[in-house]
């Protein structure tokens, strides 16, 4: 009998004592202990930061009952006991009466449940209040989880106020480096990494382990994590879904597997997707789903970004960011939306989405920003487009796009008059699986898109008011290929933009064809807004 998923748990001793499973880290904790007093730890949400958090406490508390069994159990000195201060910044009110009021519920807490007498001081001055009460009993333990939570809260929104309470965490943090003897070991995490000028200026001794090669597998399953420990479910899901073990595994990994902290690392599964796999026992956007990414997608929208595949970026492009300078790629690896594939050696590395789960979720997300395609109708939509392109069913493309250009906002046109059609085809086809290339280069020019299904290639061109016809001789013109079938589209300039659609398309030499490289029939689509 297999043990209980741990399905949300977060508290360490209740999945210990009431049977839960528990994958075995302590290792990397032993490792870190060991090495250094400062340390910090970036993850996206729901990747196991609160339960090492938890695993910690429990450690320096001398609770060797709970790791019985355990790598670190013959290892640590469990003669040892710290005093432990663990905060953490969800859950304290923050939105509702202000980051310090919210700081001081917090540390008054604390005080209380530590046995100490009621201080009357600053937020500062009750932290380092809190530290030196404790260090009597010895040298103190301190564990901050969802450090940033009162920063990232108002991205997106009321700037001001996260810059406000960036400014009273920097002066916060900074007691632990003015408080240095009466310390053991400090550990911080959060979702966010904010450059150390920003809210660690003051804290500037702090080892990163966010991209670091020892400790990339520290959080989530690797994928001799999962077929050792969840053997039994495994064995008892591919029999339910009526799959072999192989190819159960190979779905999975296509599913869930894919998250990379070092470009040299395993890749690791999300915990949280992997439990309520097993649970559920189907394919779904389990991880996803925990959290709507409305300021990223808002953030992509503004800056006109909706292809994320293999995008190539300096580590100072997505490693940190900082509330005056938000970099959008930074923001998406680090909340796990892309991740580390690959570093050349001139040190860029190739972020892309790390799996199906998170692709196919972001996409119906972008659709819908980019093209008017609600989540709820993308996938018919996309697949009655796969379809008609699968049989070159060009009239009913040309209706499929009708509706979708006629529900683009008004505003994204006019402020990206071109770049919103070539994002809506670009999402659309690459959400159903069509192989799709934006800003091809050719021999003969540049392409706004490129399609490819197994029997045809469709060039696809944007341009702006200029009739079928028209736009036709231009791009015969342009690339000297006259004896090419050619289908275009237009917008009538003249139109309302409630009934901005596609009006029409010409047709040149539908039956005739040149052959490319790829020796697959060529057949260009210009499309004209």
Request: net charge negative; aromatic share 14%.
């Amino acid at each position: 009998m297999p043990k209980k998923l741990p399905l949300g748990l977060q508290d360490f001793k209740g999945i210990i004592e009431d049977g839960y499973k528990y994958i075995d880290k302590t290792r990397y904790l032993y490792q870190m202990t060991s090495s250094g007093k400062y340390f910090f730890l970036s993850r996206p949400r729901r990747f196991g930061k609160s339960i090492t958090i938890n695993t910690l406490h429990e450690l320096f508390s001398g609770s060797r009952e709970l790791f019985e069994g355990l790598w670190i159990q013959d290892k640590w000195d469990w003669n040892k006991k710290h005093p432990v201060l663990r905060l953490t910044f969800t859950g304290i009110g923050f939105v509702e009466q202000g980051l310090e009021a919210g700081m001081h519920y917090l540390l008054n807490k604390n005080i209380k449940d530590h046995g100490l007498p009621a201080v009357d001081l600053p937020v500062s001055g009750k932290f380092e209040y809190l530290i030196q009460a404790l260090s009597e009993r010895g040298k103190v333990v301190v564990l901050i989880d969802e450090y940033d939570a009162p920063i990232i809260h108002y991205l997106g929104g009321d700037t001001q106020r996260a810059i406000q309470n960036r400014e009273l965490l920097r002066e916060f943090y900074t007691v632990l480096k003015n408080n240095d003897s009466y310390l053991e070991f400090v550990f911080l995490t959060g979702v966010s990494k904010f450059s150390k000028t920003g809210i660690f200026s003051g804290l500037n001794n702090l080892t990163d382990l966010s991209i670091h090669p020892a400790y990339a597998t520290m959080l989530g399953y690797t994928q001799s994590e999962l077929e050792h420990h969840f053997s039994e479910e495994i064995e008892n899901t591919a029999q339910t879904m009526n799959l072999s073990r192989e190819a159960l595994l190979n779905k999975m990994k296509t599913w869930y597997n894919g998250y990379r902290f070092h470009y040299l690392a395993d890749k690791v599964y999300n915990p949280v997707s992997v439990n309520m796999f097993f649970d559920r026992q189907e394919f779904e956007n389990f991880w996803f789903a925990t959290g709507t990414p409305t300021f990223l997608i808002n953030l992509l929208k503004k800056d006109g970004i909706f292809d994320l595949n293999h995008t190539r970026q300096t580590v100072l492009d997505f490693d940190s960011f900082d509330l005056e300078d938000i970099r959008t790629y930074g923001l998406l690896y680090q909340t796990g939306y892309l991740t580390i594939q690959s570093r050349d050696a001139f040190g860029q590395y190739t972020l892309d989405y790390p799996n199906l789960e998170v692709k196919n979720a972001m996409l119906a997300y972008l659709l819908e920003a980019f093209g008017g395609v609600s989540k709820g109708t993308g996938i018919s939509t996309a697949i009655r487009m796969e379809i008609a392109f699968m049989e070159n069913d060009l009239e009913t493309v040309i209706r499929s796009l009708q509706a979708i250009f006629a529900d683009i906002p008004y505003f994204l046109v006019e402020k990206y008059p071109e770049k919103f059609f070539h994002a809506a085809i670009h999402l659309l086809f690459t959400y159903i699986g069509i192989r799709v290339r934006s800003e091809v280069c050719t021999t003969e020019g540049r392409a706004d898109s490129m399609v490819e299904t197994p029997t045809h290639v469709y060039i696809l061109e944007y341009k702006l008011d200029k009739s079928p016809q028209a736009a036709l001789e231009l791009f015969v013109a342009a690339c000297n290929m006259p004896g090419s079938p050619y289908f275009l589209m237009s917008f009538p300039e003249n139109w309302p933009f409630f009934k901005r659609n596609v009006s029409g398309y010409a047709e040149y030499g539908r039956t005739l064809t040149i052959k490319l490289r790829l020796n697959t029939p060529f057949i260009s689509f210009v499309i004209v807004s």
